[in-house]
């Protein structure tokens, strides 16, 4: 297999529809995702586990009729804001440890809120520190925090939120996730009730 290093973070991602308008695919990518959101909020009935095969089904869904990559691991190493995310090469161990250590420890049942977020805000961490898709991560994390509340009886998270005035903590608090310190997500998921 081979793997490359993504030239730019402001790149035009080669799609299905050629589009090359930033803004067009923006939106193209934000319908993708709301199709995803409604077809698994109406399957969380049926869900007993969230996998790693469930998210690589969610985030398929949502972008497959942009990207040939949708719903599989990335191929290239990436960087933002000369933050370097785990190598390409890697991917395939890290999301084994990550669904063993995340996804399938998650509780059945939660009693609080607080509960909840001690497990869904380290989980949500951890995914985007390792960054496992080409595009869509942030979005593929906040829909499966989401979908991971509503399941449990609890309401959808505040991503919004999330601003220019808070995004530094935010920034940080993935970046804590590379020294396994999850404790300034947990603060940070605290305001988004």
């Known amino acids: 297999m081979k793997y490359h290093t993504s030239k730019s973070e402001d790149e035009i991602l080669p799609n299905k529809l050629r589009l090359t308008d930033p803004k067009i695919i923006g939106e193209e990518e934000y319908k993708g995702f709301l199709r995803a959101e409604i077809r698994y909020e109406m399957q969380l009935n049926e869900l007993e586990i969230f996998s790693w095969s469930f998210i690589a089904k969610v985030h398929k869904a949502a972008l497959e009729h942009l990207y040939d990559f949708a719903g599989t691991l990335r191929q290239v190493n990436i960087s933002k ?35 909840l977020i001690t497990h869904i805000a380290p989980l949500h961490a951890e995914f985007l520190f390792i960054h496992p898709f080409r595009e869509g991560n942030g979005r593929t994390a ?44 947990i603060a940070f998921f605290r305001n988004l009730e």
């Open 81 to 115: 804001g000369g933050f370097l995310f785990p190598a390409a090469k890697f991917l395939p161990d890290i999301i084994k440890e990550f669904e063993k250590d995340f996804l399938l420890s998650l509780p059945k049942r939660y009693d609080s809120y607080e509960n």
């Open 142 to 185: 906040r829909l499966l925090a989401n979908l991971i509340a509503l399941k449990h009886g609890f309401r959808r998270f505040s991503f919004n939120k999330i601003t220019d005035k808070n995004m530094k903590a935010y920034i940080a608090a993935v970046q804590a996730a590379s020294h396994k310190k999850y404790e300034p997500m």
